[in-house]
C-alpha cells in the first residue's frame, strides 16, 4: 500500500524533538524521503537514525532558521541530495517562558532581545523558508506544498503576547502567501496546535511539575486531553498530502475544540 507522499521529498525543520521529529517519522513511514532539519544537529541525527532503523529514508542537517543564508543552504541540500523538493514543513519554533511552574512571561517582563528572538525564529524563519522553498518549486516548474506550524494562540487569545504575536503573524502571512502562489499550483496551508506538554518552551515533563501542567492543558481542551505530537504531525502530512490537493489558505486548529467556544457540561 503507498503511503500518503510516497516518493516525495520532504524537509522539516526543528526535527529534532517534539512535533518535528514526529512528523519526520511520520512522513518517512508515508514513503517520503525526508531531510531533518534542526538548530541541535546532535538531534537532528538522532532524528534521521530513527527513520533509518524503521528502514526509511533520511538525511539530517543542522539549521538555525532565523538565518536566511542557513535556509536556502538546507533547501539546497535536499535539492542536491535527492534532486527536488516538494514539501517544506516549517514546523521550528521558541517561546518565552517564565520561571518553572509559572508559564508564559507576562509582556511587561519579557524583554526586548526576547521578543526580537522570538520573532526571528517564529516570523522569519517561517518566511525564510517558505521564499526558499517557493524559488525551488518555482525553478522546477510549480506545483509543491508548504505547510507551517502556526498556534491557536494565532487565533485566539492564548499564552504569552510576544508568542502569540508571532503566530498571529504566521496565520496571516498563510493566507496571504497562498493567495500570492496559487496561481502556480502551490499550496500553503497551517496547523495550529494547542498545548503539548513537549520539551519545547522548557516543559521539563520529568520534572516536580509535570502532572501539574499534563492537568492544566487536559482542562483547557474540551476533549479532555493535551494535544500529543503526532496529533499535530497527523495534521500536517494531511495538508501535505494530495488528500488536501484542493486546500490551501488555511489555518487548521488541532486543539481538542479549545478554539470552538466553551462546551455544554451535563
Do not use: W
Amino acid at each position: 500500500m503507498k503511503g500518503l507522499v510516497d516518493g516525495k521529498v520532504a524537509v522539516i525543520t526543528g526535527a529534532g524533538s517534539g512535533v518535528g521529529q514526529a512528523a519526520s517519522l511520520l512522513f518517512a513511514r508515508h514513503g517520503a524521503r525526508v531531510v531533518a532539519a534542526d538548530i541541535d544537529a546532535a538531534r537532528a541525527d538522532e532524528t534521521a537514525a530513527l527513520i533509518a532503523a524503521e528502514g526509511g529514508e533520511a538525511r539530517a542537517a543542522r539549521c538555525d532558521v532565523a538565518d536566511e543564508t542557513e535556509v536556502e543552504r538546507l533547501i539546497a541540500f535536499a535539492v542536491a541530495h535527492y534532486g527536488r523538493l516538494d514539501i517544506l514543513y516549517n514546523n521550528a519554533g521558541i517561546t518565552v517562558m517564565g520561571a518553572p511552574g509559572e508559564g508564559p512571561k507576562r509582556l511587561t517582563t519579557t524583554s526586548a532581545e526576547e521578543i526580537c528572538a522570538v520573532q526571528a525564529v517564529n516570523v522569519n524563519g517561517v518566511l525564510y523558508g517558505c521564499k526558499a522553498a517557493i524559488t525551488a518549486f518555482e525553478q522546477q516548474g510549480g506545483g509543491g506544498v508548504i505547510v507551517n506550524t502556526a498556534s491557536i494562540a494565532g487565533l485566539i487569545g492564548y499564552g504569552g503576547v510576544a508568542y502569540g504575536a508571532t503566530k498571529g503573524a504566521v496565520v496571516g502571512l498563510t493566507r496571504t502567501l497562498a493567495m500570492e502562489v496559487a496561481g502556480k499550483a502551490i499550496r500553503i496551508n497551517s496547523v495550529c496546535p494547542a498545548g503539548m506538554p513537549t520539551r519545547y518552551g522548557g516543559m521539563d515533563m520529568g520534572g516536580p511539575n509535570a502532572e501539574k501542567v499534563r492537568q492544566g492543558m487536559s482542562a483547557a481542551h474540551p476533549l479532555g486531553r493535551p494535544i500529543d505530537p503526532m496529533d499535530c504531525a497527523n495534521a500536517a502530512l494531511f495538508l501535505a498530502s494530495d488528500l488536501a490537493a484542493n486546500i490551501t489558505g488555511v489555518n487548521l486548529p488541532v486543539d481538542g475544540g479549545l478554539s470552538a467556544g466553551v462546551p455544554l457540561r451535563r
